[in-house]
């Protein structure tokens, strides 16, 4: 799975998705900006679905990720794309800076204002204009049914769109189709999305160990100035950064896993439908079918592996700021350790 880039007319696409936004505030979204405080604003219509989440830290920085899922190709045989880019950022007040690991919004960083449950995006054009993407306030189990409806009218799509066809060629080209993307999505080499989204996963758990050691490293150094507590709370606080890497990570495997759930049943009804109509299905078929159970159970081991092993991390990066933020080094404190990332079921 490619990383979120949007650029000229998909920059575009975003805001009319952020123009007719419909989400619902839900109690714990959102945040207070105070270190340690969850955020989370929304933004839906019926081609995309953007979720922007963020945890603070400390004198006004953040770190956070921004998932969007996103309709490619048409109908028959339309697919939901799910990917995330993690951001650092700051926030003064209402203002927020956010600036992205890649190119987003047609630049590094987005300069956005929070005003009640809503979070407003300065969105620059291809035409040098600037427009105003707007997100609501909201929470995950919001940004799971957003996902879980727009995967609902892409399934209605395709299904229309193949009733049209001659029925002679329906049942053919339907398993064909649902097969082609079961292989595609579920496949653990690289391009296929769960291998995708585990090399993410790795990719992130690997920054955050870097910094755990320049932690380590910091503390075993002389803390005469307190210099060494401050610059092991920093690496603390990057650390958070990667652990909220990773929950975007999760969030995207965990629509992920549901589409592939949702293209296996998918392919074993296309084959119910090729068995009824008389027509032998490819040699191959079933068992592709099986090994994509497999590929499934396996990704969905390795990314809680991940998860447990960035929990982890984290709690002991905190640790180790902590025990040097003790006497006249105690303003170095590290603040709150984040909430651990529950495991994918």
Partial sequence: MKRLIIAGTAAAT??????????????????????GDPASYLAASDSKVTFIQWRATSRGRMHGTITEGNVGASAPAETLSVSSVPFIGTRSGSAVTLTFSGLYFLQTQAQ???????????????????????????????????????RGRIRDANELAAQQQPASGQAAQGAQSALAALYKDSSLAAGGRLADGLARFADHIQTAQSHLAAEKQAASGSDG?????????????????????????????????????????AAEAHLRRLSKAGTAAPSSAYGMVAEAKVSLTQAIARANAYIDQINAIDVQAHSVADGMATKRCSGARSGAVARPIPRIK
């Fill in 14 to 35: 975003l805001l009319a998705a952020a123009s007719c936004a419909s989400s619902r505030s839900s109690g714990g979204a959102g945040g207070s900006g105070k270190p």
């Fill in 112 to 150: 956005g204002r929070l005003s009640g449950s809503t979070l407003s995006v300065q969105v620059p054009q291809s035409d040098g204009t600037i427009k105003q993407a707007t997100f609501t306030q909201s929470d995950q189990a919001s940004y799971n049914r957003a996902i879980a409806k727009l």
């Fill in 225 to 265: 100035y307190c210099v060494a507590a401050y610059r092991a709370t920093g690496d603390a606080e990057t650390v958070d950064g990667s652990l909220l890497a990773v929950q975007g990570d999760a969030v995207a495997m965990m629509a992920d896993i549901a589409i592939i759930r949702a293209d296996i049943a």
